[in-house]
């Protein structure tokens, strides 16, 4: 009997790659949206001192361009804050997007792999069949064999 052979095995071995390809997308995602998220919490963080630092100023005569300077500063980092969660939000429904992906590309994988599941199932009991049938072949002609060698010893 011929060896197991599945018919769609390359087009398997290719949707195994595209799904590799797509959890790597994923996973530079994850990894900008890390970065992202460090980056924001660097910001916030700037934002935190900021104010700490003008509370300690607060008692002190400081120069009206200072505050100017510290009120724009601080504008800037709201700003930045911002558009770092805007950022962040994209990211996020972009890795939703390559999630989505990475889900259809799984369930077609799979079910090319529940095919050859299927198929492999079935030649292995081809196989068994086959296999078994030999093996009485073998037991039946020993028997006549041993059958005849003791019809020829007798006579």
């Keep these: 009997m011929q060896r197991f052979r599945f ?3 390359s087009i398997l071995d290719i949707k195994k790659r595209v799904e590799e390809e797509i959890k790597k997308e994923l996973s530079r995602k994850n990894g900008e949206i890390a970065i992202a998220r ?6 916030i963080a700037t934002m ?3 104010l700490s630092e003008e509370k300690l100023q607060r008692n002190s005569r400081i120069s009206l361009l200072a505050v100017r300077a510290s009120l724009s500063y601080h504008i ?11 950022a962040i939000e994209n990211l996020e429904r972009e890795r939703e997007t390559i ?3 990475l889900t259809m590309a799984r369930k077609e994988t799979r079910v090319l792999e529940i095919l050859r599941e299927k198929k492999y199932a079935q030649w292995l009991k081809e196989f068994r069949t086959e296999e078994q049938k ?5 037991s039946q002609k020993g028997y006549i064999r041993k059958m005849l060698s003791a019809v020829r010893t007798e006579a």
């Design 7 to 9: 018919r769609l095995e």
């Design 99 to 101: 999630r989505v992906r």
């Design 76 to 86: 800037y980092l709201k700003k930045d804050a911002g558009d770092a969660l805007l």
């Design 48 to 50: 935190d001192s900021l």
């Design 134 to 138: 030999f093996a009485d072949d073998v």
């Design 38 to 43: 460090r980056r924001h919490g660097e910001i």
